[in-house]
């Protein structure tokens, strides 16, 4: 089902910012800017490539040493970034909620904008993944998983975090789209190799907290650290270039509203 929503693509790197959080009040605030890798972004595509360059300087907050459960103030989220998807111009844009770690979720979103581009023409579309649930696992740097095993709520299949992995589609010409097993084919479904397309993975914070207070409950927290400083160690080291929301489900009407079409995966 498609009602209207926004999402796309960024592709760029976060460098560590400094905000500290207690309880639900804003202690200090210092950001740095991230700096952008080389980007896939298709011929022609001049506000996706303005976008993107403009994401690769918006500051990512990554110095958190508490985070209250409900955020209350844009600097305790990725406020900047999101704001210049939500200005995003061009009226092919799609956002995606993304659930489940395991699922199609990275394939989908690769052939709707290899159709978007080369079917339709549409050279400037751009995807945004509002991630949450399984799927927020995979935003998460490996120093996480192994800190807190969080290979044991990704589930089977999963014993590391393979989807920020390179795949071996990525070293292929990124002139020839219609290769099987090049940079645009199944071969190279991974997070680094969409966000070079200028897809845009967004984080959860409702879905980090929830999960800081599930490893809390179980034990698998090494630190013996309280739930608030769980979810800050995981805000801390989501993987370059994500945007941080205050929550997946309540960023998509900002979304809409913007004009993007929502698909749930």
Not at 7 to 26: I, P, Y
Not at 187 to 193: D, K, L, Q, R, W
Request: glycine share 8%; aromatic share 8%; net charge neutral.
């Amino acid at each position: 089902m498609m009602n209207k929503l926004p999402g796309r693509r960024a592709a760029m790197q976060a460098a560590g910012m400094s905000l500290a959080v207690g309880g639900f009040g804003l202690l200090g605030v210092a950001a740095h800017a991230s700096t952008a890798p080389g980007t896939l972004t298709p011929g022609g595509a001049s506000a996706l490539s303005e976008l993107v360059a403009r994401l690769a300087k918006a500051p990512r907050r990554r110095n958190f040493k508490t985070v209250p459960m409900v955020l209350n103030n844009p600097d305790q989220w990725d406020h900047e970034a999101l704001s210049e998807v939500l200005a995003y111009k061009p009226a092919t844009k799609q956002a995606w909620d993304n659930t489940e770690i395991g699922g199609a979720w990275l394939n989908g979103m690769r052939n709707s904008l290899n159709a978007q581009i080369w079917s339709f023409k549409h050279p400037d579309f751009l995807v945004v993944s509002e991630t949450h649930g399984t799927a927020q696992l995979a935003l998460y740097d490996q120093a996480m998983w192994d800190k807190y095993q969080l290979n044991k709520l990704a589930g089977p299949g999963f014993e590391r975090n393979t989807l920020i992995l390179e795949q071996p589609g990525a070293s292929a010409a990124a002139s020839d789209y219609e290769n099987p097993s090049g940079v645009y084919s199944m071969e190279n479904n991974s997070i680094p190799a969409l966000q070079r397309r200028g897809l845009v993975f967004m984080a959860c914070h409702n879905a980090i907290w929830e999960q800081a207070t599930k490893l809390h409950n179980i034990g698998q927290n090494p630190d013996g650290a309280p739930v608030e400083v769980i979810a800050a160690d995981l805000t801390n080291h989501l993987v370059p270039g994500v945007v941080l929301t205050p929550g997946a489900v309540a960023t998509l009407p900002e979304l809409q509203q913007a004009g993007f079409h929502y698909l749930r995966s």
